[in-house]
């Protein structure tokens, strides 16, 4: 996944960029169906991309032939808040709390003949086509920094009046050991836009 210099080669979702605002550093991207495997896991365990990694590095069963097969490794890894249904008392503390993490698979395969996870955790479903508006920034995603720019876009949006569907999440498109300077991560959240598309891109 990527490089100490931050050049990616990986595979990643083709898109459509509907509208970009370049003063206020956003985009709306368009994207198709594709397929992912995801798995819900602790915040405080931190353990989700070690078994998403594990399924595409082989601990699955291939669909065409009796052992296992490995998956190549595509961009971004999304991680989003899950929510928790309220109740009361309220006692949930922060280490409690779940996310949810997901890989996209490569366009090669669909969900009849991706390879099946051993880990019945893992989730393989076809996400439908989406509208996205987008901020990329580099540097080291921590979590001051990543609130800070889901706050900035969401400003942006009710500025701009377009709607929000939905909480904000984020994508990586970099290993750990790649320069902090060279890395490439976004703040994605869901929107409503139905202008016609003006540019195209993909990641």
């Known amino acids: 996944m990527g490089s100490v210099i931050g050049k990616i080669s990986e595979e990643s979702p083709k898109f459509k960029v509907l509208f970009r605002n370049t003063s206020k550093s956003y985009e709306i991207r368009r994207y198709p169906s594709f397929l992912v495997a995801g798995v819900r896991y602790k915040e405080k365990d931190n353990e989700g991309f070690n078994i998403l ?19 190549a ?19 949930i503390k922060k ?20 390879p099946k996870p051993n880990n019945s955790n893992i989730e393989i479903k076809e996400v439908e086509p989406f509208t996205v508006a987008v901020t990329t920034f580099s540097g080291r995603a ?15 949006l009710l500025e701009d009046n377009i709607s929000v569907l939905g909480d904000p999440y984020t994508a990586f498109y970099n290993p ?11 703040v ?16």
């Open 95 to 114: 280490e409690d709390e779940f996310k949810y993490m997901s890989f996209v698979m490569p366009s090669q395969f669909t969900k009849e003949t991706l």
């Open 188 to 203: 994605m959240v869901k929107v409503e836009y139905n202008e016609e598309v003006k540019t195209e891109g993909s990641a």
């Open 53 to 71: 990694a594990n399924y595409i590095f082989g601990n699955n069963v291939s669909r065409k032939s009796s052992g296992a097969e490995k998956i």
């Open 73 to 91: 490794m595509t961009v971004p890894v999304t991680i989003e808040n899950e929510k928790i249904d309220m109740t009361v008392p309220v006692t």
């Open 176 to 186: 750990p050991w790649t320069l902090p300077w060279l890395r490439k991560n976004e």
């Open 142 to 156: 921590t979590e001051a920094s990543i609130n800070q720019h889901k706050e900035n876009l969401l400003k942006h």
